[in-house]
């Protein structure tokens, strides 16, 4: 192939001159892990994210940039990618925004963040942006790290063909001359800058793949005038990235039309893997000569040593994994029942004010139970956030996928799916939001369906009760079954994931190669790391925190109403008033509440539930339990105090509620809970998705109701299944 350099003369018939608008459209972009958003945050004066790991800027920022003369730009930070060759989300919003499609408008200069340290690698990125036609601005970082290895900016801007500035964004070195630089980018011409021409067996394939190209994508409507090389960069895009359409997840995050996917399945097979060769080729040309020496990496490879060790390294990964669960697991739980006291006593002082009534117990009950429904996930979320935030900005998380990605890839899980797993065995509706460090939607989407599997810390209560009440034996033998559960909890989750990325077609796709950056370790920028833990913290409340509120308030009323009694109900006001003691008032007030729910709305879907649940050994009044549980899995113990008129603040470790569930009778006097029965009933929730707050966060990060209703379904009957075939089988078996 022939290579042009980026001053070839042939180049000047592809220019374009555009005037500069009042306020010009900027865009950041750069690979993970090159200080591109510290760089945004000093050049906005923004609070976006700053990360040391790769992916996990998801959802790109904007803000103000003031360029010389006190002309306002529009900054947008986009995800960090490492090309434009678009697989995953943050690569299709890179592409997107560099580009101009998908409805963004075309940007009028592109900043790319090239690391000291890997131009090479980094400059990847901007081949590709200059081919597409942006007018681009190099801002060179890391020169710190670089030190005298750091390449000059000058050579690197007569190498590249566009102005190269170098920039420390924590001590603000070269910010105005990086946006003296982006001014005088704005005021130049475009042009597609092709550092190497297209061989004679690509040229044809460009062609017939160009005349494909949507109107609205061609430069001429992008950029308002004809520029074909740029028009043949994306041709060759296309021929570089589309696959056939298989309905699995790629397909979802690339928005293609049929046409241009149909003539790319045209052109012959294999891929021609000529473009990537030659930038490559291209740049391991050009760019060592203006490297001095290999930067100092001395530190970093000393600790990997340790870390990435077959065994220190595991010994190490596990010690840092045992802090975060313990944070997640045991710190928080004060924190958590503090808040959960709170309110509890907010709610009991406005009963004293506003007295007895409907509209007392729905701002009790419904509306003040329901937002410490929402804040009781607080502290483990803040935790959560606090821990990953501060191991990506020190670059361990990325350890962590690479020595995890050997164990998970055999079930078909990322490597850093390890995480999420391991926080939702605290709640799995912070491990749900953890899922946002993967790049591959189909990824997330897949952990995602597997983490509320993991015995979380709201089963606790249920397992408690049942083994305690139901289930014989001595305390080691009790303890045993209960890790059991979580070794079962484990299992399940692993092999789900296996099955379903083999069943379900939106999950099935080819595994990519495990590719992943381990960044050089540094210190965290801890007014980063608190402004990221507090961003996505209140993003929980903001969004999967109303969805929370409406349903536990639905479900308060469907546990509510309606309040009349049936005709054959004592009268429990002359009861009360007669009563001769506080004993005998307390119990026909609970035998009232247990009338009550019966009679609800809740009781009767208990009721009508019952023909399901009864293969599985439950009773009507299991059901009413499982209906409650829906708002929390702990909210079945006291909906089972309530039914059995032990009281609503019955826990699990009360005695009369366990004798109650021990001495239960049915009509033909037999016991209606057995050690069978406990243990089919452990099984159901280990497997149901008894959680609307979990649901609700689903529904958030995936953006419908297709993902949540799909979870909901196959657990329920998942654990219909199971509990079913557990109760069957130990009753052929004699254990009934």
């Given at each position: 192939m022939t290579q042009a350099s980026c001053h070839d003369p042939d180049l000047a018939r592809a220019m374009v001159r555009d005037p500069v608008p009042a306020r010009p459209r900027l865009v950041l972009a750069g690979n993970p892990n090159v200080g591109k958003t510290t760089?945004?945050?000093?050049?906005?004066?923004?609070?976006?994210?700053?990360?040391?790991?790769?992916?996990?800027?998801?959802?790109?920022?904007?803000?103000?940039?003031?360029?010389?003369?006190?002309?306002?730009?529009?900054?947008?930070?986009?995800?960090?990618?490492?090309?434009?060759?678009?697989?995953?989300?943050?690569?299709?919003?890179?592409?997107?925004?560099?580009?101009?499609?998908?409805?963004?408008?075309?940007?009028?200069?592109?900043?790319?963040?090239?690391?000291?340290?890997?131009?090479?690698?980094?400059?990847?990125?901007?081949?590709?942006?200059?081919?597409?036609?942006?007018?681009?601005?190099?801002?060179?970082?890391?020169?710190?790290?670089?030190?005298?290895?750091?390449?000059?900016?000058?050579?690197?801007?007569?190498?590249?063909g566009c102005e190269v500035v170098e920039v420390t964004a924590r001590t603000r070195r070269g910010l105005d001359e990086l946006r003296a630089a982006v001014d005088r980018t704005l005021r130049s011409e475009r042009r597609a800058i092709w550092h190497w021409?297209?061989?004679?067996?690509?040229?044809?394939?460009?062609?017939?793949?160009?005349?494909?190209?949507?109107?609205?994508?061609?430069?001429?409507?992008?950029?308002?005038?004809?520029?074909?090389?740029?028009?043949?960069?994306?041709?060759?895009?296309?021929?570089?990235?589309?696959?056939?359409?298989?309905?699995?997840?790629?397909?979802?995050?690339?928005?293609?039309?049929?046409?241009?996917?149909?003539?790319?399945?045209?052109?012959?097979?294999?891929?021609?893997?000529?473009?990537?060769?030659?930038?490559?080729?291209?740049?391991?040309?050009?760019?060592?000569?203006?490297?001095?020496?290999?930067?100092?990496?001395?530190?970093?490879?000393?600790?990997?040593?340790?870390?990435?060790?077959?065994?220190?390294?595991?010994?190490?990964?596990?010690?840092?994994?045992?802090?975060?669960?313990?944070?997640?697991?045991?710190?928080?739980?004060?924190?958590?029942?503090?808040?959960?006291?709170?309110?509890?006593?907010?709610?009991?002082?406005?009963?004293?004010?506003?007295?007895?009534?409907?509209?007392?117990?729905?701002?009790?009950?419904?509306?003040?139970?329901?937002?410490?429904?929402?804040?009781?996930?607080?502290?483990?979320?803040?935790?959560?956030?606090?821990?990953?935030?501060?191991?990506?900005?020190?670059?361990?998380?990325?350890?962590?996928?690479?020595?995890?990605?050997?164990?998970?890839?055999?079930?078909?899980?990322?490597?850093?799916?390890?995480?999420?797993?391991?926080?939702?065995?605290?709640?799995?509706?912070?491990?749900?939001?953890?899922?946002?460090?993967?790049?591959?939607?189909?990824?997330?989407?897949?952990?995602?369906?597997?983490?509320?599997?993991?015995?979380?810390?709201?089963?606790?209560?249920?397992?408690?009760?049942?083994i305690g009440a139901l289930i014989p034996g001595s305390r080691w033998v009790q303890g045993l079954l209960m890790v059991g559960m979580y070794l079962f909890s484990v299992v399940t989750a692993l092999v789900a994931a296996w099955v379903m990325s083999k069943t379900v077609k939106p999950l099935k796709a080819k595994r990519l190669p495990f590719v992943i950056e381990l960044p050089p370790y540094r210190w965290p920028r801890f007014g980063g790391v608190l402004r990221m833990m507090w961003g996505k913290s209140s993003m929980f409340l903001r969004e999967a925190g109303t969805v929370i509120l409406a349903c536990s308030i639905a479900l308060w009323a469907l546990l509510y109403f309606p309040r009349n009694l049936p005709e054959s109900a004592p009268d429990y006001d002359a009861l009360v008033a007669h009563a001769p003691d506080k004993d005998a008032k307390d119990a026909a007030l609970a035998d009232q509440q247990a009338r009550q729910l019966e009679n609800s709305y809740g009781g009767r879907l208990g009721h009508a539930i019952e023909p399901a649940i009864r293969p599985l050994g439950f009773d009507w009044k299991i059901g009413v339990g499982i209906v409650g549980a829906f708002a929390a899995r702990e909210v079945f113990v006291s909906t089972l105090g309530i039914v059995y008129a032990v009281g609503s603040d019955a826990d699990e470790r009360s005695e009369p509620l366990r004798t109650a569930l021990h001495d239960a009778r049915g009509s033909d006097g037999k016991r209606s809970y057995t050690p069978l029965v406990g243990l089919s009933l452990m099984i159901f929730f280990a497997l149901a998705c008894q959680c609307m707050s979990t649901l609700a966060v689903v529904r958030r990060e995936t953006g419908g109701l297709r993902w949540p209703v799909f979870l909901f379904s196959y657990m329920t009957v998942l654990a219909w299944i199971t509990s079913f075939c557990v109760y069957q089988g130990g009753r052929l078996l004699g254990f009934g």
């Open positions: 760089l945004f945050n000093a050049l906005t004066g923004s609070s976006a994210k700053v990360s040391n790991y790769p992916g996990i800027t998801v959802e790109a920022a904007s803000g103000a940039l003031t360029l010389p003369g006190g002309r306002i730009a529009d900054l947008h930070d986009l995800p960090g990618t490492y090309s434009t060759n678009a697989r995953s989300a943050e690569e299709q919003i890179a592409l997107d925004a560099v580009v101009g499609l998908d409805g963004a408008p075309a940007p009028d200069a592109v900043i790319v963040c090239v690391d000291a340290t890997q131009v090479a690698r980094a400059a990847y990125l901007l081949l590709q942006c200059q081919e597409l036609g942006a007018r681009c601005v190099v801002a060179l970082t890391m020169v710190d790290e670089a030190g005298a290895a750091a390449p000059s900016a000058s050579a690197l801007t007569a190498v590249l021409q297209p061989g004679a067996a690509l040229r044809p394939r460009l062609d017939a793949v160009r005349e494909a190209l949507p109107a609205t994508w061609r430069a001429e409507a992008r950029y308002g005038a004809p520029l074909a090389a740029a028009d043949d960069a994306l041709a060759l895009w296309a021929l570089t990235c589309l696959e056939p359409r298989t309905g699995g997840p790629d397909d979802d995050e690339l928005e293609v039309p049929d046409a241009l996917r149909a003539a790319v399945a045209a052109e012959p097979a294999p891929r021609d893997e000529e473009a990537v060769l030659a930038r490559w080729a291209w740049l391991d040309r050009e760019i060592p000569p203006l490297v001095h020496r290999p930067p100092d990496r001395s530190r970093t490879e000393r600790i990997d040593r340790i870390l990435l060790h077959r065994v220190a390294g595991f010994a190490s990964f596990i010690a840092v994994m045992t802090v975060l669960f313990m944070s997640l697991f045991w710190w928080a739980a004060p924190v958590m029942d503090a808040i959960d006291q709170g309110f509890k006593w907010t709610g009991d002082q406005l009963h004293g004010v506003l007295g007895d009534g409907v509209f007392t117990d729905f701002l009790v009950q419904g509306v003040i139970g329901g937002v410490g429904a929402v804040m009781v996930f607080l502290p483990q979320i803040l935790l959560l956030f606090l821990f990953l935030g501060f191991l990506e900005d020190c670059g361990y998380l990325a350890r962590v996928a690479y020595l995890m990605d050997r164990i998970m890839r055999s079930m078909n899980l990322h490597g850093r799916a390890f995480v999420p797993m391991l926080s939702s065995f605290a709640c799995a509706v912070p491990a749900i939001l953890a899922t946002r460090t993967m790049e591959r939607r189909r990824d997330r989407i897949l952990t995602m369906m597997v983490v509320p599997l993991m015995t979380c810390s709201a089963r606790l209560p249920v397992y408690t009760l049942v």
